[in-house]
Structures are given as C-alpha cells and as structure tokens.
C-alpha cells in the first residue's frame, strides 16, 4: 500500500511565505515524477510544478520565480516552498507521484490535499 501525506498548508497575508512537504511510504521500488497540483473553489485542478528524480522542474506560469519544487529521494518527499503569495494562490494543493510497486505495478498516487488560504 502506498500513502501521500501533506502538510505545511495553513493561512498566510498576501505576500507572505509557506513551504508544504510531502512524504511517500509503503511498499514501493521507485519514485518517478512527483509534483503538486492545486484546486481552488469552482475550478478545475490545475499543475503547478512538477520535479524529474534527477530533479528537472517544471512550473506553471502563474507561480514561476514565486515557488520552488525540490525533492530529497532519501527521504520519499518533495517540497513546494512558496513566496510573495496571493490571493488567487488560494486553494488546496495537492502532492502526486508515480510510483513503481514491488509487485512492479506502476500508478499515479495523489495524497489527501492542504488547504492554503491568502488574505488579502
């Protein structure tokens, strides 16, 4: 079984800083891609950075120079630290990963989603 557990979400003023981690466990042989998605009220979920295990990052226009992704493959997590947020930043963001099981299945995992709230 494998888990996706966030944290780090929380209400921050406008232009103000947070940093969500997440960590990968159970029984798996590998980590691919992870990344972290966000959905705000009454849109779709939507990319916002994504990071390669030899750690190629890719990020979403609306957060590139605010957010940084980085991972430790050492300890199965990846990290969003996110500076001068927004209001529009607003949403809950959630981690994801492709795993490779032991039993070599391979899936896209989804954890359970941190709410992050900017005031204005």
Request: glycine share 10%.
């Amino acid at each position: 079984q494998v888990q996706l557990v966030e944290s780090g979400g929380g209400l921050v003023q406008s232009g103000g800083s947070l940093r969500l981690s997440c960590v990968a466990s159970g029984s798996f042989v590998s980590i691919g891609v992870m990344g972290w998605f966000r959905q705000a009220p009454g849109k779709q979920r939507e990319l916002v950075a994504t990071i390669t295990s030899v750690g190629n990052t890719n990020y979403a226009e609306s957060v590139k120079g605010r957010f940084t992704i980085s991972r430790d493959n050492a300890k199965n997590a990846v990290n969003l630290q996110m500076n001068s947020l927004k209001p529009e930043d607003t949403a809950v963001y959630y981690c994801n990963a492709f795993i490779t099981r032991r039993d070599f299945n391979q899936n896209v995992y989804w954890g359970q989603g941190t709410q992050v709230i900017v005031s204005s």
